[in-house]
C-alpha cells in the first residue's frame, strides 16, 4: 500500500493507484484535520486526485513531479 498513516498525518508514497483512493478517503473520514504529505509520491491515478480535491486536506507538501503539482491545490494550502 502507498499510503502511510501516522498520528498527525497521511502521507502517499510512490505510485498511488486507483487501489489508493477508497482507503485514502477512509483515511481521511477517520482522521478529520489530518495533513497530507505528497513530497514522496511519484504518480497519482485521477481518482485518487479526486479524493484530494474533495477532501481538501491540508498539504504539508506536493509532490516534485509539475504536473501532478499542477492539478492540486496550491498557495495556503500547500
Known amino acids: 500500500m502507498t499510503l502511510a498513516i501516522h498520528p498527525d498525518r497521511l ?10 483512493a477508497e482507503p485514502l478517503l477512509r483515511a481521511l473520514i477517520e482522521r478529520p ?3 497530507l504529505e505528497l513530497a514522496d509520491c511519484a504518480f497519482l491515478h485521477t481518482a485518487v ?3 484530494i480535491l474533495a477532501g481538501r486536506p491540508r498539504l504539508n507538501s506536493l509532490p516534485r513531479n509539475i504536473l501532478l503539482q499542477s492539478l492540486l491545490p496550491q498557495g495556503d494550502n500547500a
Do not use: N, W, Y
Request: aromatic share 0%; proline share 0%.
Open 11 to 20: 502521507e502517499l508514497l510512490g505510485v498511488c493507484g486507483l487501489d489508493d
Open 33 to 35: 484535520g489530518a495533513a
Open 49 to 51: 486526485i479526486q479524493v
